[in-house]
Protein backbone atom coordinates (compact mmCIF):
# COMPACT_ATOMS: atom_id res chain seq x y z
CA UNK A 1 0.00 0.00 0.00
CA UNK A 2 1.49 3.28 -0.62
CA UNK A 3 2.72 5.89 2.12
CA UNK A 4 0.68 8.70 2.97
CA UNK A 5 1.89 11.60 4.49
CA UNK A 6 -0.47 14.85 5.71
CA UNK A 7 0.64 18.19 5.09
CA UNK A 8 1.22 20.04 8.29
CA UNK A 9 2.17 23.59 6.25
CA UNK A 10 1.57 25.24 2.76
CA UNK A 11 4.20 24.94 0.01
CA UNK A 12 4.78 26.87 -3.06
CA UNK A 13 7.27 26.09 -5.46
CA UNK A 14 9.82 28.14 -6.73
CA UNK A 15 12.25 25.54 -8.78
CA UNK A 16 11.77 23.01 -11.15
CA UNK A 17 11.11 20.08 -10.23
CA UNK A 18 9.06 21.11 -6.65
CA UNK A 19 5.76 20.61 -6.50
CA UNK A 20 3.40 22.84 -4.18
CA UNK A 21 1.39 20.94 -1.59
CA UNK A 22 -1.41 22.67 1.05
CA UNK A 23 -2.41 22.67 4.47
CA UNK A 24 -4.23 19.29 5.62
CA UNK A 25 -4.00 17.94 2.07
CA UNK A 26 -2.99 13.96 2.06
CA UNK A 27 0.25 13.24 -0.73
CA UNK A 28 1.48 9.98 -1.62
CA UNK A 29 5.21 9.38 -0.91
CA UNK A 30 7.43 6.89 -3.10
CA UNK A 31 10.09 7.15 -1.08
CA UNK A 32 10.37 7.74 2.79
CA UNK A 33 13.95 8.22 2.76
CA UNK A 34 14.88 12.05 2.96
CA UNK A 35 17.29 13.87 -0.13
CA UNK A 36 18.94 15.95 1.75
CA UNK A 37 15.63 17.54 3.92
CA UNK A 38 12.70 16.47 1.09
CA UNK A 39 10.46 14.11 -0.04
CA UNK A 40 9.29 12.72 -3.30
CA UNK A 41 5.93 12.55 -3.76
CA UNK A 42 2.61 13.20 -5.41
CA UNK A 43 -0.01 16.11 -4.00
CA UNK A 44 -3.96 15.26 -4.67
CA UNK A 45 -3.55 16.88 -8.02
CA UNK A 46 -1.82 14.91 -9.25
CA UNK A 47 1.51 16.72 -9.53
CA UNK A 48 5.18 14.72 -8.47
CA UNK A 49 8.22 16.22 -7.09
CA UNK A 50 10.27 17.39 -4.23
CA UNK A 51 8.82 19.01 -1.04
CA UNK A 52 9.93 19.87 2.12
CA UNK A 53 10.14 16.50 4.48
CA UNK A 54 9.64 19.27 7.59
CA UNK A 55 6.82 20.15 6.11
CA UNK A 56 4.87 17.02 5.96
CA UNK A 57 3.78 14.22 8.76
CA UNK A 58 4.27 10.27 7.35
CA UNK A 59 0.93 8.08 8.16
CA UNK A 60 1.73 4.73 9.01
CA UNK A 61 -0.65 1.86 9.50
CA UNK A 62 -0.37 -0.95 11.91
CA UNK A 63 -2.29 -3.43 12.66
CA UNK A 64 -3.02 -4.88 16.25
CA UNK A 65 -4.64 -7.58 17.78
CA UNK A 66 -5.67 -7.28 21.55
CA UNK A 67 -6.29 -10.47 23.80
CA UNK A 68 -8.82 -11.10 25.50
CA UNK A 69 -9.15 -13.04 29.01
CA UNK A 70 -10.03 -16.16 27.48
CA UNK A 71 -6.85 -16.36 25.67
CA UNK A 72 -8.85 -15.65 22.15
CA UNK A 73 -7.65 -13.03 19.70
CA UNK A 74 -10.60 -10.29 19.36
CA UNK A 75 -10.55 -8.89 15.70
CA UNK A 76 -7.32 -6.79 13.93
CA UNK A 77 -7.39 -3.29 14.63
CA UNK A 78 -5.89 -0.63 12.08
CA UNK A 79 -4.50 2.19 13.58
CA UNK A 80 -3.24 4.85 11.50
CA UNK A 81 -0.06 6.49 13.74
CA UNK A 82 1.42 10.18 12.41
CA UNK A 83 5.20 9.91 12.08
CA UNK A 84 6.55 13.57 12.51
CA UNK A 85 9.93 14.62 10.48
CA UNK A 86 12.39 16.45 12.21
CA UNK A 87 12.49 19.68 11.41
CA UNK A 88 15.50 21.62 9.93
CA UNK A 89 16.13 25.03 8.98
CA UNK A 90 15.75 25.49 5.86
CA UNK A 91 19.06 27.78 5.93
CA UNK A 92 21.08 24.53 6.64
CA UNK A 93 19.34 22.49 4.03
CA UNK A 94 20.91 22.05 0.49
CA UNK A 95 19.40 24.94 -2.02
CA UNK A 96 18.73 23.07 -5.15
CA UNK A 97 17.17 24.56 -8.06
CA UNK A 98 19.71 27.70 -8.01
CA UNK A 99 22.64 26.51 -9.34
CA UNK A 100 25.49 27.77 -11.82
CA UNK A 101 23.05 28.24 -14.75
CA UNK A 102 20.97 30.89 -12.30
CA UNK A 103 23.77 31.58 -10.58
CA UNK A 104 21.34 34.16 -8.83
CA UNK A 105 23.41 36.40 -6.44
CA UNK A 106 19.39 37.20 -4.77
CA UNK A 107 19.71 34.16 -2.55
CA UNK A 108 20.55 31.46 -5.08
CA UNK A 109 23.25 28.41 -4.19
CA UNK A 110 26.42 29.10 -4.86
CA UNK A 111 28.30 27.41 -7.75
CA UNK A 112 31.11 25.48 -5.58
CA UNK A 113 33.98 23.95 -6.75
CA UNK A 114 33.88 20.65 -8.17
CA UNK A 115 35.82 17.74 -10.10
CA UNK A 116 39.85 18.18 -10.64
CA UNK A 117 39.75 22.00 -12.00
CA UNK A 118 38.72 22.70 -8.65
CA UNK A 119 40.78 20.92 -6.11
CA UNK A 120 42.25 23.08 -3.31
CA UNK A 121 45.84 23.99 -2.86
CA UNK A 122 47.74 23.30 -0.17
CA UNK A 123 47.56 27.01 0.02
CA UNK A 124 43.91 27.38 0.53
CA UNK A 125 43.72 24.11 2.61
CA UNK A 126 43.87 25.80 6.65
CA UNK A 127 42.85 23.90 9.91
CA UNK A 128 40.04 25.83 9.96
CA UNK A 129 37.07 24.55 11.55
CA UNK A 130 33.31 24.33 10.86
CA UNK A 131 33.05 27.45 13.00
CA UNK A 132 35.13 29.42 9.91
CA UNK A 133 32.45 28.73 7.73
CA UNK A 134 30.75 31.77 6.50
CA UNK A 135 27.30 32.25 7.94
CA UNK A 136 25.56 32.38 4.89
CA UNK A 137 22.89 30.01 2.56
CA UNK A 138 23.62 26.50 3.50
CA UNK A 139 26.12 26.96 6.42
CA UNK A 140 25.33 26.68 10.19
CA UNK A 141 24.48 28.39 11.96
CA UNK A 142 22.17 30.57 10.34
CA UNK A 143 21.79 33.90 9.28
CA UNK A 144 19.09 34.70 11.76
CA UNK A 145 17.27 33.44 14.68
CA UNK A 146 15.43 30.28 13.81
CA UNK A 147 13.14 27.95 15.96
CA UNK A 148 13.85 24.84 16.46
CA UNK A 149 10.61 23.34 15.20
CA UNK A 150 7.57 24.35 13.20
CA UNK A 151 4.56 26.05 15.62
CA UNK A 152 2.25 23.29 16.16
CA UNK A 153 -1.04 22.82 14.19
CA UNK A 154 -4.20 25.84 15.76
CA UNK A 155 -7.49 24.94 16.07
CA UNK A 156 -9.45 27.06 13.75
CA UNK A 157 -10.65 29.38 16.84
CA UNK A 158 -7.07 30.52 16.94
CA UNK A 159 -6.61 30.58 13.09
CA UNK A 160 -9.38 33.17 13.16
CA UNK A 161 -7.85 35.02 15.95
CA UNK A 162 -4.47 34.94 14.57
CA UNK A 163 -6.26 36.47 11.18
CA UNK A 164 -7.90 38.71 13.44
CA UNK A 165 -4.31 40.08 14.37
CA UNK A 166 -2.37 40.19 11.27
CA UNK A 167 -2.93 43.26 10.19
CA UNK A 168 -1.65 44.16 13.38
CA UNK A 169 1.12 41.71 14.02
CA UNK A 170 4.66 40.95 11.54
CA UNK A 171 4.47 37.36 10.57
CA UNK A 172 7.34 35.24 9.66
CA UNK A 173 7.02 33.55 5.82
CA UNK A 174 6.33 29.65 6.64
CA UNK A 175 7.97 29.22 3.33
CA UNK A 176 11.47 29.23 4.92
CA UNK A 177 12.64 28.36 1.08
CA UNK A 178 11.85 31.58 0.07
CA UNK A 179 14.57 33.80 -1.97
CA UNK A 180 13.51 36.55 0.60
CA UNK A 181 13.99 34.72 3.27
CA UNK A 182 16.87 32.72 2.25
CA UNK A 183 18.46 36.36 1.27
CA UNK A 184 18.08 38.05 4.75
CA UNK A 185 15.80 40.27 3.26
CA UNK A 186 12.44 39.59 5.95
CA UNK A 187 14.90 39.47 8.80
CA UNK A 188 16.37 42.44 8.00
CA UNK A 189 12.91 44.15 7.52
CA UNK A 190 11.46 42.76 10.83
CA UNK A 191 14.55 44.28 12.44
CA UNK A 192 16.30 41.44 13.42
CA UNK A 193 19.81 42.16 11.87
CA UNK A 194 22.76 43.23 13.98
CA UNK A 195 26.23 44.05 13.49
CA UNK A 196 28.66 46.42 13.74
CA UNK A 197 29.31 48.64 10.72
CA UNK A 198 32.19 50.38 9.73
CA UNK A 199 32.38 53.41 8.02
CA UNK A 200 34.71 52.11 5.03
CA UNK A 201 31.70 49.53 5.15
CA UNK A 202 29.05 51.95 4.22
CA UNK A 203 27.19 51.84 0.75
CA UNK A 204 25.73 54.81 -0.12
CA UNK A 205 23.44 55.37 -2.53
CA UNK A 206 22.43 58.53 -4.03
CA UNK A 207 19.39 60.35 -5.96
CA UNK A 208 20.36 60.59 -9.57
CA UNK A 209 18.81 62.33 -12.64
CA UNK A 210 16.66 58.54 -13.14
CA UNK A 211 16.42 57.78 -9.72
CA UNK A 212 18.41 55.71 -7.02
CA UNK A 213 21.98 55.04 -8.22
CA UNK A 214 25.22 54.08 -6.16
CA UNK A 215 27.43 56.54 -5.22
CA UNK A 216 30.06 56.73 -7.97
CA UNK A 217 33.94 54.91 -6.95
CA UNK A 218 36.00 58.12 -6.27
CA UNK A 219 38.56 55.53 -7.21
CA UNK A 220 37.51 53.70 -10.18
CA UNK A 221 40.26 51.15 -11.92
CA UNK A 222 40.67 48.29 -13.93
CA UNK A 223 42.50 45.44 -14.10
CA UNK A 224 44.03 43.26 -16.98
CA UNK A 225 44.42 39.58 -17.79
CA UNK A 226 47.30 37.92 -19.39
CA UNK A 227 47.37 34.57 -21.62
CA UNK A 228 47.46 31.77 -18.79
CA UNK A 229 50.27 29.61 -18.06
CA UNK A 230 50.12 26.25 -17.90
CA UNK A 231 52.18 24.91 -14.59
CA UNK A 232 52.56 21.75 -12.15
CA UNK A 233 52.43 20.60 -8.56
CA UNK A 234 53.06 17.11 -6.87
CA UNK A 235 56.00 16.74 -8.91
CA UNK A 236 54.64 17.28 -12.38
CA UNK A 237 51.85 15.07 -11.47
CA UNK A 238 48.81 17.35 -11.60
CA UNK A 239 48.37 20.70 -13.82
CA UNK A 240 46.80 23.82 -13.99
CA UNK A 241 46.14 26.97 -15.53
CA UNK A 242 47.18 30.05 -13.87
CA UNK A 243 46.75 33.57 -15.11
CA UNK A 244 48.61 37.00 -14.17
CA UNK A 245 46.10 39.58 -13.13
CA UNK A 246 47.23 43.64 -12.86
CA UNK A 247 45.32 46.24 -11.23
CA UNK A 248 45.87 49.47 -12.32
CA UNK A 249 45.68 51.19 -9.10
CA UNK A 250 48.43 48.85 -7.57
CA UNK A 251 49.70 47.53 -11.03
CA UNK A 252 51.31 44.70 -9.45
CA UNK A 253 50.70 41.29 -10.93
CA UNK A 254 49.53 38.14 -9.14
CA UNK A 255 48.14 34.61 -10.03
CA UNK A 256 45.04 32.84 -9.71
CA UNK A 257 43.71 30.04 -10.71
CA UNK A 258 40.40 29.26 -11.76
CA UNK A 259 38.90 27.92 -8.56
CA UNK A 260 40.49 31.21 -7.02
CA UNK A 261 37.65 33.50 -8.92
CA UNK A 262 35.09 30.46 -8.35
CA UNK A 263 35.49 30.93 -4.17
CA UNK A 264 35.60 34.69 -4.29
CA UNK A 265 32.34 34.51 -6.51
CA UNK A 266 30.86 32.33 -3.84
CA UNK A 267 31.54 34.95 -1.46
CA UNK A 268 30.26 38.01 -3.02
CA UNK A 269 26.85 36.11 -4.03
CA UNK A 270 26.91 35.22 -0.13
CA UNK A 271 28.08 39.63 1.03
CA UNK A 272 25.36 41.13 -1.80
CA UNK A 273 21.84 39.31 -1.95
CA UNK A 274 20.60 42.53 -3.99
CA UNK A 275 23.64 42.82 -6.34
CA UNK A 276 23.91 41.14 -10.01
CA UNK A 277 27.34 39.29 -9.12
CA UNK A 278 28.42 38.71 -12.67
CA UNK A 279 28.88 34.67 -13.32
CA UNK A 280 31.65 33.23 -14.16
CA UNK A 281 32.81 31.37 -17.51
CA UNK A 282 31.47 27.76 -17.31
CA UNK A 283 33.46 24.64 -16.32
CA UNK A 284 34.50 21.90 -18.13
CA UNK A 285 35.39 18.65 -17.22
CA UNK A 286 37.61 17.91 -20.29
CA UNK A 287 39.71 19.44 -22.67
CA UNK A 288 40.18 21.94 -20.06
CA UNK A 289 43.96 22.84 -21.41
CA UNK A 290 42.86 22.73 -25.37
CA UNK A 291 43.64 25.95 -26.90
CA UNK A 292 40.01 26.96 -27.90
CA UNK A 293 38.63 26.51 -24.38
CA UNK A 294 41.61 28.25 -22.64
CA UNK A 295 40.95 31.29 -25.02
CA UNK A 296 37.00 31.28 -24.43
CA UNK A 297 37.75 30.89 -20.96
CA UNK A 298 40.14 34.03 -20.67
CA UNK A 299 37.68 35.92 -22.89
CA UNK A 300 34.78 35.00 -20.35
CA UNK A 301 37.15 35.91 -17.52
CA UNK A 302 38.00 39.76 -19.19
CA UNK A 303 34.45 40.45 -19.23
CA UNK A 304 33.69 39.20 -15.76
CA UNK A 305 37.00 41.28 -14.32
CA UNK A 306 35.39 44.50 -16.64
CA UNK A 307 31.93 43.74 -15.06
CA UNK A 308 33.58 43.64 -11.49
CA UNK A 309 35.76 46.49 -11.78
CA UNK A 310 32.73 48.53 -13.32
CA UNK A 311 30.59 48.13 -10.10
CA UNK A 312 30.81 51.03 -7.57
CA UNK A 313 30.09 48.61 -5.03
CA UNK A 314 31.89 44.93 -5.85
CA UNK A 315 34.62 46.80 -7.06
CA UNK A 316 35.69 48.45 -3.31
CA UNK A 317 34.17 45.51 -1.32
CA UNK A 318 37.48 44.22 0.51
CA UNK A 319 37.11 40.78 -0.08
CA UNK A 320 37.67 41.69 -4.23
CA UNK A 321 40.60 44.11 -3.48
CA UNK A 322 41.83 41.18 -1.11
CA UNK A 323 41.94 38.91 -4.05
CA UNK A 324 43.66 41.54 -6.26
CA UNK A 325 45.47 42.51 -4.37
CA UNK A 326 47.33 40.00 -1.99
CA UNK A 327 50.47 38.19 -3.80
CA UNK A 328 52.41 35.08 -2.30
CA UNK A 329 52.44 35.62 0.87
CA UNK A 330 50.90 32.50 1.95
CA UNK A 331 50.02 33.95 5.43
CA UNK A 332 48.35 37.43 4.35
CA UNK A 333 46.44 34.89 1.87
CA UNK A 334 45.11 32.82 4.50
CA UNK A 335 44.04 35.53 7.29
CA UNK A 336 41.95 37.79 4.47
CA UNK A 337 40.47 34.10 3.15
CA UNK A 338 39.33 33.51 6.92
CA UNK A 339 38.32 37.13 7.11
CA UNK A 340 35.84 36.82 3.88
CA UNK A 341 34.40 33.84 5.41
CA UNK A 342 33.67 35.09 8.73
CA UNK A 343 32.18 38.41 7.29
CA UNK A 344 29.12 39.63 9.79
CA UNK A 345 28.00 42.04 7.09
CA UNK A 346 26.18 39.14 5.28
CA UNK A 347 22.69 38.55 4.25
CA UNK A 348 20.67 40.69 6.47
CA UNK A 349 23.71 42.12 8.01
CA UNK A 350 24.29 43.40 4.24
CA UNK A 351 21.24 45.81 4.51
CA UNK A 352 22.56 47.89 7.36
CA UNK A 353 25.41 49.19 5.33
CA UNK A 354 23.29 51.21 3.35
CA UNK A 355 22.51 55.16 3.14
CA UNK A 356 19.86 56.08 1.47
CA UNK A 357 18.80 59.28 0.51
CA UNK A 358 16.88 61.35 2.97
CA UNK A 359 13.56 61.59 1.00
CA UNK A 360 11.85 58.13 1.14
CA UNK A 361 10.78 56.35 -2.17
CA UNK A 362 7.16 56.11 -3.07
CA UNK A 363 6.35 52.94 -2.93
CA UNK A 364 3.67 52.85 -5.53
CA UNK A 365 5.95 54.45 -7.82
CA UNK A 366 8.74 51.28 -6.96
CA UNK A 367 6.65 49.11 -7.23
CA UNK A 368 5.67 50.51 -10.71
CA UNK A 369 9.66 50.62 -11.93
CA UNK A 370 9.85 46.79 -10.61
CA UNK A 371 7.22 45.62 -12.60
CA UNK A 372 8.25 47.74 -15.97
CA UNK A 373 11.85 46.05 -15.51
CA UNK A 374 10.60 42.80 -14.98
CA UNK A 375 8.95 43.11 -18.46
CA UNK A 376 12.29 44.56 -19.81
CA UNK A 377 13.74 41.51 -18.63
CA UNK A 378 11.66 39.03 -20.03
CA UNK A 379 12.00 40.35 -23.39
CA UNK A 380 15.16 40.62 -23.24
CA UNK A 381 15.88 37.33 -22.35
CA UNK A 382 13.99 35.96 -25.15
CA UNK A 383 15.15 38.07 -27.77
CA UNK A 384 19.18 37.24 -26.39
CA UNK A 385 18.13 33.66 -27.31
CA UNK A 386 16.94 34.78 -30.53
CA UNK A 387 20.10 36.59 -31.51
CA UNK A 388 22.61 34.34 -29.95
CA UNK A 389 20.50 31.23 -31.89
CA UNK A 390 20.72 32.98 -35.09
CA UNK A 391 24.41 34.45 -35.25
CA UNK A 392 25.39 31.56 -34.07
CA UNK A 393 23.90 29.96 -36.82
CA UNK A 394 25.43 32.59 -39.15
CA UNK A 395 28.83 31.43 -38.14
CA UNK A 396 28.72 28.02 -38.33
CA UNK A 397 27.48 28.80 -42.30
CA UNK A 398 30.50 30.97 -42.62
CA UNK A 399 32.91 28.71 -41.07
CA UNK A 400 31.37 25.76 -43.28
CA UNK A 401 28.84 26.54 -45.97
CA UNK A 402 30.50 29.59 -47.34
CA UNK A 403 34.12 28.63 -46.95
CA UNK A 404 33.03 25.56 -49.22
CA UNK A 405 30.45 27.57 -51.84
CA UNK A 406 33.79 29.68 -52.25
CA UNK A 407 36.33 26.89 -52.18
CA UNK A 408 33.77 25.05 -54.98
CA UNK A 409 34.21 28.40 -57.07
CA UNK A 410 37.81 28.71 -56.95
CA UNK A 411 38.72 25.62 -57.85
CA UNK A 412 36.02 25.72 -60.99
CA UNK A 413 37.67 28.37 -62.42
CA UNK A 414 41.38 26.61 -61.81
CA UNK A 415 39.66 23.97 -63.70
CA UNK A 416 38.53 26.27 -66.37
CA UNK A 417 42.30 27.43 -66.49
CA UNK A 418 43.79 24.35 -66.60
CA UNK A 419 41.94 23.45 -69.95
CA UNK A 420 42.44 27.13 -71.33
CA UNK A 421 46.69 26.07 -70.99
CA UNK A 422 45.58 23.30 -73.61
CA UNK A 423 46.26 25.77 -75.85
CA UNK A 424 49.72 26.69 -76.17
CA UNK A 425 49.26 30.18 -78.31
CA UNK A 426 51.63 32.63 -76.57
CA UNK A 427 48.79 35.65 -76.34
CA UNK A 428 46.75 32.87 -74.01
CA UNK A 429 49.06 32.33 -70.96
CA UNK A 430 48.23 36.13 -69.01
CA UNK A 431 44.59 34.50 -69.73
CA UNK A 432 45.00 31.57 -67.69
CA UNK A 433 47.13 32.87 -65.53
CA UNK A 434 44.49 35.68 -64.31
CA UNK A 435 42.07 33.14 -64.20
CA UNK A 436 43.88 30.20 -62.05
CA UNK A 437 44.54 33.50 -59.97
CA UNK A 438 40.59 34.35 -59.90
CA UNK A 439 40.14 30.40 -58.34
CA UNK A 440 42.73 31.13 -55.72
CA UNK A 441 41.20 34.11 -54.92
CA UNK A 442 37.70 32.51 -54.23
CA UNK A 443 39.14 30.05 -52.58
CA UNK A 444 41.20 32.62 -49.76
CA UNK A 445 37.92 34.09 -49.68
CA UNK A 446 36.54 31.54 -48.33
CA UNK A 447 39.64 31.67 -45.87
CA UNK A 448 38.11 34.97 -44.77
CA UNK A 449 34.87 33.37 -44.13
CA UNK A 450 35.51 30.80 -42.12
CA UNK A 451 38.07 33.27 -39.90
CA UNK A 452 35.87 36.31 -39.54
CA UNK A 453 33.17 35.03 -37.22
CA UNK A 454 35.45 34.98 -34.27
CA UNK A 455 36.08 38.29 -35.08
CA UNK A 456 32.84 40.07 -34.92
CA UNK A 457 29.65 37.41 -34.13
CA UNK A 458 31.95 35.30 -31.33
CA UNK A 459 32.59 38.46 -28.82
CA UNK A 460 28.45 39.57 -29.26
CA UNK A 461 27.61 35.75 -28.18
CA UNK A 462 29.82 35.79 -25.03
CA UNK A 463 28.27 39.18 -24.36
CA UNK A 464 25.01 37.73 -24.40
CA UNK A 465 26.55 35.05 -22.33
CA UNK A 466 27.72 37.08 -19.83
CA UNK A 467 24.05 38.94 -19.69
CA UNK A 468 21.94 36.04 -19.68
CA UNK A 469 23.61 35.29 -16.04
CA UNK A 470 22.76 38.91 -14.84
CA UNK A 471 18.99 37.99 -16.46
CA UNK A 472 18.96 35.28 -14.24
CA UNK A 473 20.38 36.89 -11.05
CA UNK A 474 17.63 39.32 -11.01
CA UNK A 475 14.54 37.36 -9.95
CA UNK A 476 15.61 36.26 -6.75
CA UNK A 477 16.72 39.98 -6.60
CA UNK A 478 13.47 41.94 -7.65
CA UNK A 479 11.86 38.69 -5.26
CA UNK A 480 13.57 40.40 -1.88
CA UNK A 481 12.13 43.41 -2.94
CA UNK A 482 8.84 42.08 -3.83
CA UNK A 483 8.82 40.45 -0.40
CA UNK A 484 9.61 43.44 1.40
CA UNK A 485 6.67 45.75 -0.18
CA UNK A 486 4.15 42.98 0.21
CA UNK A 487 5.10 42.68 4.32
CA UNK A 488 4.64 46.61 4.48
CA UNK A 489 1.30 46.11 2.64
CA UNK A 490 0.01 43.40 4.70
CA UNK A 491 0.82 44.85 8.28
CA UNK A 492 -0.54 48.73 7.68
CA UNK A 493 -0.59 49.09 11.50
CA UNK A 494 2.83 49.18 11.65
CA UNK A 495 3.82 50.52 8.24
CA UNK A 496 5.89 53.05 10.07
CA UNK A 497 7.80 50.97 11.31
CA UNK A 498 8.41 49.07 8.26
CA UNK A 499 8.49 51.43 5.43
CA UNK A 500 12.84 52.69 6.51
CA UNK A 501 13.60 49.37 5.89
CA UNK A 502 11.74 48.66 2.80
CA UNK A 503 13.08 51.48 1.80
CA UNK A 504 16.58 50.72 2.03
CA UNK A 505 15.88 47.45 0.61
CA UNK A 506 13.77 49.45 -2.53
CA UNK A 507 16.61 52.24 -2.93
CA UNK A 508 19.40 49.15 -3.45
CA UNK A 509 17.20 47.07 -5.46
CA UNK A 510 16.38 50.49 -8.12
CA UNK A 511 20.67 51.60 -7.94
CA UNK A 512 21.38 47.87 -9.27
CA UNK A 513 18.88 48.14 -11.77
CA UNK A 514 19.93 51.40 -12.99
CA UNK A 515 23.88 50.26 -12.97
CA UNK A 516 22.66 47.25 -14.82
CA UNK A 517 20.61 49.49 -17.70
CA UNK A 518 24.11 52.03 -17.67
CA UNK A 519 26.43 48.76 -17.97
CA UNK A 520 24.01 47.50 -20.46
CA UNK A 521 23.90 50.76 -22.74
CA UNK A 522 27.68 50.93 -22.47
CA UNK A 523 28.43 47.16 -23.45
CA UNK A 524 26.14 46.83 -26.36
CA UNK A 525 26.99 50.11 -27.93
CA UNK A 526 30.66 49.29 -27.73
CA UNK A 527 30.01 45.74 -29.00
CA UNK A 528 27.63 46.70 -31.73
CA UNK A 529 30.46 49.37 -33.48
CA UNK A 530 33.21 46.58 -32.73
CA UNK A 531 30.98 44.43 -34.55
CA UNK A 532 30.39 47.05 -37.84
CA UNK A 533 33.90 48.03 -37.60
CA UNK A 534 34.73 44.65 -38.47
CA UNK A 535 32.43 43.76 -40.55
CA UNK A 536 33.85 46.44 -43.15
CA UNK A 537 37.38 45.28 -42.40
CA UNK A 538 36.48 42.11 -43.64
CA UNK A 539 34.37 43.62 -46.76
CA UNK A 540 37.21 45.64 -47.27
CA UNK A 541 39.46 42.72 -46.90
CA UNK A 542 37.80 41.04 -49.74
CA UNK A 543 37.33 43.92 -52.37
CA UNK A 544 41.01 44.37 -51.86
CA UNK A 545 41.40 40.84 -52.74
CA UNK A 546 39.27 40.97 -55.46
CA UNK A 547 40.46 44.52 -56.90
CA UNK A 548 44.43 43.17 -56.70
CA UNK A 549 42.69 39.98 -58.59
CA UNK A 550 41.16 42.16 -61.44
CA UNK A 551 44.22 44.10 -61.92
CA UNK A 552 45.64 40.54 -63.08
CA UNK A 553 43.76 40.96 -66.40
CA UNK A 554 45.11 43.67 -67.40
CA UNK A 555 48.97 42.80 -67.14
CA UNK A 556 48.33 41.14 -70.71
CA UNK A 557 46.82 44.07 -72.86
Known amino acids: MALKARVLYDFHSENPGEISITENELVTLFNEEELEGWLEGENSRGEAGLFPASYVEIIREHITSNTNNNGLSSPKIKVQTPTHTSYTSPDSQSQRGLGAGSGGSG ?103 HGPEW ?79 ISKRRKGLIWWMNHMTSHPVLARCDVFQHFLTCGADEKAWKQGKRKAERDDLVGANFFLTISTPAVPLDLQEVESKIEGFKTFTKRMDENSVVVNTTINEFARKQMAGFKKEYQKVGQSFKLLAQAFE ?95 HRTRVRDFRSQMQHHLRQQIGFFQKITAKLEDTLQRYDDDQ
Open 215 to 293: QEDPYPFTCTIDDPTKQTKFKGMKSYMSYGLTPTHTNVQVNRRYKHFDWLYARLVERFPVISVPHLPEKQATGRFEEDF
Open 107 to 209: GGSFRTSQGSDDDWDDDWDDSSTATDAPQGFGSTPPLYPVTSSLPGRRSSTQQHQQQAKSSATVGRNLNRFSTFVKSGGEAFLLGEASAFVKDGDRICVVMGK
Open 422 to 516: LDQQAYSAGLNKAIADTGEAYEAIGEYFAEQPRHDLDPISDLLDLYRGHLANFPDIIHVQKGALTKVKDCPKQEGELHDRCNIISCATLAEIQHF
